[in-house]
T-cell receptor, first 110, second 114 residues
Framework: RKEVEQDPGPFNVPEGATVAFNCTYSNSASQSFFWYRQDCRKEPKLLMSVYSSGNEDGRFTAQLNRASQYISLLIRDSKLSDSATYLCVVRNSGNTPLVFGKGTRLSVIA | EADIYQTPRYLVIGTGKKITLECSQTMGHDKMYWYQQDPGMELHLIHYSYGVNSTEKGDLSSESTVSRIRTEHFPLTLESARPSHTSQYLC?????????????FGAGSRLTVL
């Protein structure tokens, strides 16, 4: 079983739609959680950290469910510019490198 | 504005040549990483370093080697390039003190071996 699992998509949604991605992680000792965004042929960039209480940044809402070991990302009022691959990232305990999921591809269509 | 620089951005080279991909960061980060990513595919960690004179192999076996003689510099070397090495190589860095271990990536080096 992969340590971080995501539905690869693609999710094809119209502009203005609300879309949600889930990500599951296998290590119950995981400590920190992030969503990164990667545009086509570009490097990944941090979108937002995910806090236990849930957090919001404009149209983006991230939530963490430790009991079920999943993280979610909700995008409201989708824009064409939201089209990208969204990477779920987990930091385990100790001094180990971050673990990246394979990513979920989103295409927002006019 | 990039604080982590990779050169070359693009390289096309013949089989058997020695290649060094350069990565430098100006943020004073102690941790640096090399990832390999084929188009449309997942990131694979191939090497990382937690400080000067410290290097570790990542999850994906790689024929490349790395060195960390200076904090800001983390070059990756392929002694004899092969077509199977064709890929994008992404360098990243992070600092320990922030606690969050957020990665900053370079723009990548796209390697094609003929």
């Amino acid at each position: 079983r992969k340590e971080v699992e995501q539905d690869p998509g693609p999710f094809n949604v119209p502009e203005g739609a609300t879309v949600a991605f889930n990500c599951t992680y296998s290590n119950s000792a995981s400590q920190s959680f992030f969503w990164y965004r990667q545009d086509c042929r570009k490097e990944p960039k941090l979108l937002m950290s995910v806090y236990s209480s849930g957090n919001e940044d404009g149209r983006f809402t991230a939530q963490l469910n430790r009991a079920s070991q999943y993280i979610s990302l909700l995008i409201r009022d989708s824009k064409l510019s939201d089209s990208a691959t969204y990477l779920c990232v987990v930091r385990n305990s100790g001094n180990t490198p971050l673990v990246f999921g394979k990513g979920t591809r989103l295409s927002v269509i006019a | 504005e990039a604080d982590i620089y990779q050169t070359p951005r693009y390289l096309v080279i013949g089989t058997g040549k020695k290649i060094t991909l350069e990565c430098s960061q100006t943020m004073g980060h102690d941790k640096m990483y090399w990832y390999q990513q084929d188009p449309g595919m997942e990131l694979h960690l191939i090497h990382y370093s937690y400080g000067v004179n410290s290097t570790e192999k990542g999850d994906l076996s790689s024929e490349s080697t790395v060195s960390r003689i200076r904090t800001e510099h983390f070059p990756l070397t392929l002694e004899s390039a092969r077509p199977s090495h064709t890929s994008q190589y992404l360098c990243a860095s992070s600092e320990t003190s922030s606690g969050a271990n957020v990665l900053t990536f370079g723009a990548g080096s796209r390697l094609t071996v003929l």
